[in-house]
């Protein structure tokens, strides 16, 4: 008799915990671009400083996701994950309460040391929760929590900043922190605790021309698009003076785009290859940057984001498949040098949009994201030639 076809196994609730956590983690990385406009006039401070927020948080991460994967080595994810999150409750809450610029900059910095460690933490403890089998499925899932709060965090987080005010938005982060700590702390199990990345292995990767390559395109392009997204609040603001509904509308628009490039590019990149899907990815982004002078209204500028958003997060997923696919061995330490460089390029990004802003060129932000995206497209080719020749080379 055939054998009868079986659905596939139901995936563990640590993983739909996980997702959450990435969800609300996305939420709070993304809600000082939403509420930019009211810290501004809250804390009076001109839009360019309230922006250093945005630099300062990215460099912690930049800098913390590496370093903090070293010290947490040994810690059982359980505790790790659950705790991270309770931090980030904490801080976001105590963010909130801070009276002037300066502390909140301070509590900032301290509150995204939770997104250096549960973002990558969570990535790197699917392989013990799954079998090899549903391992892409099982990744697809955590990282959705981010997609997800692209199109729902982020809108939110702009709606009520605009309305209740950005400590308001602080504030529901917090609380949502706390519920998602417990419901990681509940579900997920003991004595999860991957492997360490050897020195070795570090070594090998740093020496890679093909995936320093790489990591300097997501450098790049992150760089790019800050310069102009960081700000892309206030801007809006500025030209077309949007209300809190149509600036949350406009990131939900926005987001919503990114979720169906990012779906779109996970189903097609086998057949696309992941090079030429992070290239298509950032040629997106940058017609947008390139067409942005036709946004003369809020509908048209609406649609001049649209290529932008359909590679904004297609981007990140292709690049990580790409590195991947170049050296599957030492995935773990270019997938987190390449999560490093994401932020390390919204830090440079959002501190160039800031000085173009303090200049009052705040009109020439999207031709200096233009120039970014151009220099990550070079990059990017030379990654591609470096990884067709890198086989040859080893080979000799």
Known sequence: MPELHRPAPRLPAAL?????????????VMIVPGTLN???????????????????????????????ATLVARWDRKRLLALSLLWYGLLHLLSAAMPGFGSLMVV???????????????????????????????????????????????PLGAWIGGTLGWRAAFALVGLLSFASALWVWRVMPDGVKPPAFSLGAWRETLQSRPLMLCVAVTALFSAGQFVLFAYLAPYLKARFDVTPLQLSLMFAWFGAFGFMGNLWVSRHIDRLGAARAVM?????????????????????MALVLVPWALGCFAANSAQQARLSGISPG????????????????????????????????????HWAGLAGMGLALLTSWLATRAARQAPAIRGR
């Open 330 to 365: 030492l995935a773990s330490g270019s997938i987190a040098l390449n999560t490093s460089a994401i932020y390390a390029g919204q830090a440079v990004g959002a501190a160039s949009g800031g000085w173009l802003i303090a200049q009052g060129q705040m009109l020439m932000l």
């Open 108 to 154: 900032r910095v301290l509150c995204v040391v939770s997104p250096a460690i549960f973002t990558p933490q969570a990535a790197a403890c699917i392989g013990q929760l799954v079998p090899a089998s549903q391992r892409g499925r099982a990744i697809s899932l955590v990282f959705l929590g981010w997609s997800v709060a692209s199109v729902l965090g982020m």
């Open 280 to 300: 298509l990815s950032m040629i997106g982004i940058a017609l947008s940057l390139a067409l942005w002078p036709l946004g003369a209204n809020l509908p048209l």
């Open 38 to 68: 009211d810290l501004s006039a809250s804390l009076d401070v001109p839009i360019a400083v309230a922006g250093q927020l945005i630099s300062a948080a990215a460099l912690m991460m930049c800098f913390g996701a590496p370093l903090l």
């Open 16 to 28: 739909w915990a996980l997702m959450a956590g990435n969800f609300i983690i996305g939420t709070g």
